[in-house]
């Protein structure tokens, strides 16, 4: 069963709240809200304690936003698992790319806790760059002219969301894929293609949920 993202603003909700398995098939590896007898659970609702935390109104930097909430990393799977953190210098943009591209505001908070833990400055070794790890080339083709930007970051970030969920018709597994590791080998894999794709996939929806549940 596949997992799908929404295509237009009023498709909600973006996830139905049940229990993820991982099965792995004559080299295929599927994701789906239904155990299988050799399905490994892969994430449990039941996990999610998480309360949302008090709105503030004060301003604050992007780097005190940082400082605060995680420490700096490099590259892809840097942040540590953490309670839900929303930096408050990123709210509005967040808000703002979420809104423009009609995605759920929990789903690009969980792609770019998981990317860089908040770190705009976070560089991997691959050479991806900013909050949403964005890698130079593909910066280029989305309009970002400074990638360690917050606003243009996130909203490069969600435009490509945007973009894969497009192309792989809704599919929010596919279009995580795609972000992590190329919508080519999502394409020629029929499929999440690697095995650290699967555990990236896995980390986001782990902690899409976990902002979902604190809204």
Request: proline letters at 6%.
């Amino acid at each position: 069963m596949r997992i799908p993202i929404f295509l237009l603003a009023c498709s909600f909700p973006l996830l139905a709240w049940a229990d993820l398995y991982v099965t792995q098939e004559n080299g295929v590896t599927t994701i789906s809200n239904q155990g299988k007898p050799k399905g490994k659970l892969l994430y449990s609702v039941k996990e999610d304690g998480a309360k949302p935390a008090s709105p503030a109104r004060r301003k604050t930097t992007a780097s005190t936003a940082t400082a605060s909430t995680t420490p700096a990393t490099r590259g892809k799977f840097g942040a540590k698992s953490q309670a839900v953190q929303k930096p408050e210098a990123y709210v509005a943009f967040v808000q703002g790319a979420a809104a423009h591209y009609q995605l759920p505001e929990a789903l690009i908070w969980a792609v770019m806790k998981v990317e860089s833990g908040f770190n705009p400055q976070a560089v991997s070794d691959r050479g991806a760059q900013g909050l949403m790890q964005l890698m130079p080339t593909t910066s280029t083709e989305l309009g970002v002219t400074d990638p360690f930007d917050p606003e243009q970051n996130i909203y490069g970030g969600a435009r490509l969301l945007r973009k894969l969920a497009n192309r792989f018709d809704g599919d929010v597994v596919l279009a995580l894929s795609g972000y992590h590791a190329g919508g080519g080998a999502v394409n020629a894999a029929g499929g999440i293609p690697y095995d650290r794709t699967s555990m990236y996939v896995g980390m986001v929806l782990k902690a899409y949920y976990a902002y979902k549940n604190a809204q």
